[in-house]
C-alpha cells in the first residue's frame, strides 16, 4: 500500500507546541507518512532553539530551512514571508507530498500556504476562523481561502470559516491539537523536572508560587514594544513576594523592542525575583503554565491552554482582541496601574472551572484519520479550473 505522503512545516516554537500530537499521530496511522520540513525561528539559538527540542522528540525533518532575515522590522518580516515562499516551494516541489499542513496565522504560515497553493498541492490549515487582533486576522483568513482542508479549534470558528464561503463538508471542528499536550502528561512541576533548564536573573524555585509573563510584539503597534513590555513588567515587580518567569518574545516585527525593554528592566532590577527564559518543551511549557498563580501578557496560549486548566490570566493590550476565550481571562490596556489591579483580582479568584472550549485533547487522531481517508486530489479539484 502506498503510504499518503503528510508535509509538515514548523517554523516556530509555538507552532510546535500546536501540531506535535498530531505529527506523532500521522506517525502511528499505516496510511500516512510524515514528512518534516522545520526552518525559520526554529532554528535559531536565540529563540530557543527549538529544532534541539523536536530531535529530542524523536522527529528528523527532512529539510531545514533558514528563512528568517535579520532585523525583525516591518520590512524584514515581509521579506522573511517572501523568502519563505522560495525556499518551500523548493523544498515542497522536491518532496512532491500529497498534503501540506500549515498553522494559524504568522508569516511563517503565509509563505508555506502561498507556496503549497501555487504547486497544486492540498493545503491543510490548522486554526482557522478565530478572530484576534494584529495582522494575524488579515494573515489567517487569507490562508483559510487559500486552503483546501480546514481544521478549527471550535464551533464558532467552523461557523465563520464556511460563513467566508467554504465547503462545509471539509471543515471539521475537532478542537486544537495543542489541547493533546494536556493530556499526555503529569502535569505537576519540580525543581528536580525542570532542572535542565538555564535562563538569566534569579533561579526559580519551582516548589513556591510565581507568576509566569509572556509577551509578544504587536506589528500593528510597531515601534511601540519597548514601552508595552516595561508597562507589565513594572506591574508584575509590584507584586515582590511572588517569583516571576518571564519568556522572550517571538520573531515578529518588533521583537528587538520587546527584547530590549526586557533586557533595560532586567538590568534595572537585578535582584527581584524574575527569572528569564528562552524555551520549553511542549509539555514542560504546559507545567509551567498549569502551576503559574497568573499568567500575564498576549501570548494564545493562556487563552487556549490556559482556559482548557483554569489558570488565571491577565492579556494586556489588543493583541488577541476579539479572540474566543473562556471564564480564566480578564483584559488591561498598556497601563501598569491597571495591569497591576488585574493581577491582584486574578490572584484572589484563584483557579477557573476547566473549559472545552478549545477541545477534550484527541485532536490530533482525529485530524491524522481525516487526512488519511479524504482523497487529496478530489479535494483540490474542486479549486481548478
Same mark, same amino acid.
Given at each position: 500500500?502506498? +503510504?499518503?505522503?503528510?508535509?509538515?512545516?514548523?517554523?516556530?516554537?509555538?507552532?510546535?507546541?500546536?501540531? +506535535?500530537?498530531?505529527?506523532?499521530? !500521522?506517525?502511528?496511522?499505516?496510511?500516512?507518512?510524515?514528512?518534516?520540513?522545520?526552518?525559520?525561528?526554529?532554528l535559531l539559538q536565540r529563540f530557543g532553539p527549538a529544532i534541539?527540542? !523536536?530531535?529530542?522528540?524523536?522527529?528528523?525533518?527532512?529539510?531545514?530551512?533558514?528563512?528568517?532575515?535579520?532585523?525583525?522590522?516591518?520590512?524584514?518580516?515581509?521579506?522573511?514571508?517572501?523568502?519563505?515562499?522560495?525556499?518551500?516551494?523548493?523544498?515542497?516541489?522536491?518532496?512532491?507530498?500529497?498534503?501540506?499542513?500549515?498553522?494559524?496565522?504568522?508569516?511563517?504560515?503565509?509563505?508555506?500556504?502561498?507556496?503549497?497553493?501555487?504547486?497544486?498541492?492540498?493545503?491543510?490549515?490548522?486554526?482557522?476562523?478565530?478572530?484576534?487582533?494584529?495582522?494575524?486576522?488579515?494573515?489567517?483568513?487569507?490562508?483559510?481561502?487559500?486552503?483546501?482542508?480546514?481544521?478549527?479549534?471550535?464551533?464558532?470558528?467552523?461557523?465563520?470559516?464556511?460563513?467566508?464561503?467554504?465547503?462545509?463538508?471539509?471543515?471539521?471542528?475537532?478542537?486544537?491539537?495543542?489541547?493533546?499536550?494536556?493530556?499526555?502528561?503529569?502535569?505537576?512541576?519540580?525543581?528536580?523536572?525542570?532542572?535542565?533548564?538555564?535562563?538569566?536573573? +534569579?533561579?526559580?524555585?519551582?516548589?513556591?508560587?510565581?507568576?509566569?509573563?509572556?509577551?509578544?510584539?504587536?506589528?500593528?503597534?510597531?515601534?511601540?514594544?519597548?514601552?508595552? #513590555?516595561?508597562?507589565?513588567?513594572?506591574?508584575?515587580?509590584?507584586?515582590?513576594?511572588?517569583? +516571576?518567569?518571564?519568556?522572550?518574545?517571538?520573531?515578529?516585527?518588533?521583537?528587538?523592542?520587546?527584547?530590549?525593554? !526586557?533586557?533595560?528592566?532586567?538590568?534595572?532590577?537585578?535582584?527581584?525575583?524574575?527569572?528569564?527564559?528562552?524555551?520549553?518543551?511542549?509539555?514542560?511549557?504546559?507545567?509551567?503554565?498549569?502551576?503559574?498563580?497568573?499568567? #500575564?501578557?498576549?501570548?494564545?496560549?493562556? !487563552?487556549?491552554?490556559?482556559?482548557?486548566?483554569?489558570?488565571?490570566?491577565?492579556?494586556?493590550?489588543?493583541?488577541?482582541?476579539?479572540?474566543?476565550?473562556?471564564?480564566?481571562?480578564?483584559?488591561?490596556?498598556?497601563?501598569?496601574?491597571?495591569?497591576?489591579?488585574?493581577?491582584?483580582?486574578?490572584?484572589?479568584?484563584?483557579?477557573?472551572?476547566?473549559?472545552?472550549?478549545?477541545?477534550?485533547?484527541?485532536?490530533?487522531?482525529?485530524?491524522?484519520?481525516?487526512?488519511?481517508?479524504?482523497?487529496?486530489?478530489?479535494?483540490?479539484?474542486?479549486?481548478?479550473?
Amino acid at each position: 500500500m502506498t +503510504k499518503r505522503k503528510i508535509c509538515v512545516v514548523v517554523a516556530s516554537r509555538a507552532n510546535y507546541g500546536r501540531v +506535535k500530537y498530531l505529527m506523532k499521530a !500521522i506517525q502511528a496511522d499505516p496510511r500516512l507518512e510524515l514528512q518534516l520540513i522545520v526552518g525559520a525561528s526554529t532554528l535559531l539559538q536565540r529563540f530557543g532553539p527549538a529544532i534541539d527540542v !523536536i530531535k529530542r522528540d524523536g522527529f528528523q525533518p527532512l529539510r531545514s530551512i533558514y528563512y528568517v532575515i535579520e532585523g525583525e522590522t516591518l520590512a524584514t518580516q515581509a521579506k522573511s514571508t517572501g523568502l519563505g515562499i522560495v525556499e518551500l516551494a523548493t523544498a515542497f516541489e522536491d518532496l512532491a507530498p500529497d498534503m501540506v499542513v500549515t498553522v494559524a496565522d504568522r508569516f511563517e504560515t503565509m509563505a508555506t500556504a502561498v507556496a503549497a497553493s501555487y504547486l497544486n498541492i492540498c493545503l491543510v490549515h490548522l486554526q482557522g476562523g478565530e478572530v484576534s487582533g494584529n495582522i494575524d486576522d488579515r494573515v489567517r483568513h487569507a490562508i483559510t481561502k487559500l486552503a483546501d482542508l480546514h481544521f478549527v479549534s471550535s464551533e464558532r470558528s467552523r461557523e465563520r470559516v464556511i460563513s467566508m464561503g467554504e465547503e462545509p463538508s471539509y471543515v471539521f471542528s475537532y478542537g486544537c491539537p495543542s489541547m493533546d499536550v494536556l493530556l499526555q502528561d503529569d502535569l505537576s512541576i519540580s525543581n528536580e523536572i525542570m532542572a535542565g533548564y538555564l535562563g538569566a536573573g +534569579k533561579p526559580v524555585d519551582w516548589s513556591k508560587p510565581y507568576i509566569l509573563m509572556v509577551q509578544h510584539p504587536v506589528t500593528t503597534s510597531y515601534g511601540q514594544g519597548f514601552a508595552e #513590555v516595561s508597562a507589565t513588567l513594572e506591574a508584575v515587580n509590584r507584586f515582590p513576594d511572588l517569583q +516571576k518567569v518571564v519568556l522572550w518574545p517571538n520573531v515578529d516585527a518588533g521583537s528587538d523592542d520587546v527584547s530590549k525593554g !526586557i533586557r533595560h528592566f532586567r538590568e534595572r532590577h537585578f535582584d527581584a525575583p524574575i527569572y528569564y527564559h528562552k524555551n520549553f518543551s511542549p509539555e514542560d511549557y504546559a507545567r509551567v503554565l498549569n502551576n503559574a498563580v497568573c499568567c #500575564v501578557g498576549n501570548s494564545s496560549s493562556f !487563552i487556549r491552554e490556559g482556559s482548557f486548566l483554569g489558570v488565571p490570566a491577565v492579556l494586556v493590550g489588543d493583541r488577541q482582541q476579539g479572540r474566543e476565550h473562556g471564564p480564566n481571562i480578564v483584559f488591561a490596556d498598556y497601563d501598569t496601574d491597571v495591569i497591576t489591579r488585574r493581577i491582584g483580582e486574578q490572584l484572589d479568584a484563584g483557579r477557573y472551572p476547566r473549559s472545552p472550549l478549545f477541545g477534550r485533547g484527541d485532536a490530533g487522531s482525529r485530524i491524522a484519520g481525516a487526512l488519511a481517508e479524504i482523497d487529496p486530489r478530489a479535494v483540490r479539484k474542486r479549486a481548478l479550473p
